[in-house]
C-alpha cells in the first residue's frame, strides 16, 4: 500500500507550510541590514530599542526595550507607571520597587482577550518587570521577566505563566500588548512633562 507514504507526505507538508506562516518578532532572524531597512518603514517597530532571546533551546524570548524621546522625571515616572499598573493588576501589588533619581523599576502584568477572526477564544496575562531608565536624550523603557498565562475556553491550549518561545505567535502577541502599553506609558510622561515645563 502506497497511502500511507503519500498520507505523511501530505501531512508533513501541511504542518511545515503552517510553520512559515508564522508570525515573528520585528527583528529576530534577520540580518542588521533587514532589521533597520524594516524598522525605517514601519511606525510600529520604530521605538523598539532591542529584544532579547535567550540562547536555549528552543530560544524564549527575555527582554524588550523601547526607547522614547520623552525626558525622566522622577515625579511624573511614578504617577504615569502606578496608575495604569495600578488599575492593571487589581490583584497584584502594583508598588515601585525602586524611583531614583533617573531609575525607576516596579513590576506588572497586562491581561487581555485573545482573538482568532474576531471571535473572542480566551484570554492571555503577560507578567514583567519594568525598568525605567532616564538619559540625556530620553527614556528606555525595559521589560524583562517576561512570562505568559493563557487560557482558551476550550481548555486546548491553556498554561499557566511560563516562558515565550521566540519564534512563536505568543511572541507577537507579547511584542503587541508591551508596545500598547509602552506607548500609553510614554503618552502619560510626555503630557505630564509639557504640563509641568509650561506651568
Known amino acids: 500500500m502506497k497511502s500511507a507514504p503519500v498520507a505523511t507526505f501530505v501531512l508533513l507538508t501541511l504542518l511545515l507550510s503552517g510553520c512559515t506562516t508564522l508570525d515573528t518578532l520585528p527583528y529576530f532572524n534577520r540580518s542588521a541590514n533587514e532589521a533597520n531597512a524594516s524598522s525605517a518603514s514601519s511606525d510600529s517597530t520604530k521605538d523598539t530599542l532591542g529584544i532579547a532571546v535567550s ?3 528552543p530560544p524564549t524570548l527575555e527582554s524588550i526595550t523601547f526607547f522614547t524621546e520623552t525626558l525622566f522625571s522622577k515625579k511624573t515616572a511614578k504617577i504615569c507607571v502606578q496608575e495604569p499598573l495600578a488599575d492593571l493588576n487589581e490583584d497584584t501589588d502594583a508598588s515601585t520597587h525602586y524611583l ?37 536624550n530620553g527614556t528606555h523603557y525595559g521589560f524583562s521577566q517576561l512570562r505568559l498565562a493563557k487560557q482558551n475556553k476550550l481548555n486546548l491550549s491553556s498554561h499557566d505563566l511560563r516562558p515565550i518561545l521566540a519564534n512563536s505567535s505568543d511572541s507577537k502577541l507579547v511584542y503587541q500588548a508591551l508596545d500598547t502599553l509602552f506607548r500609553e506609558l510614554d503618552a502619560c510622561a510626555a503630557d505630564d512633562t509639557a504640563t509641568t515645563e509650561s506651568s
Do not use: C, M, P, W
Open 100 to 136: 531614583g533619581l533617573d531609575v525607576l523599576t516596579t513590576s506588572g502584568a497586562v491581561s487581555g482577550e485573545s482573538r482568532r477572526l474576531g471571535i473572542s477564544v480566551g484570554r492571555y496575562q503577560i507578567t514583567f518587570n519594568l525598568a525605567l531608565l532616564g538619559q540625556h
Open 55 to 57: 540562547q536555549t533551546k
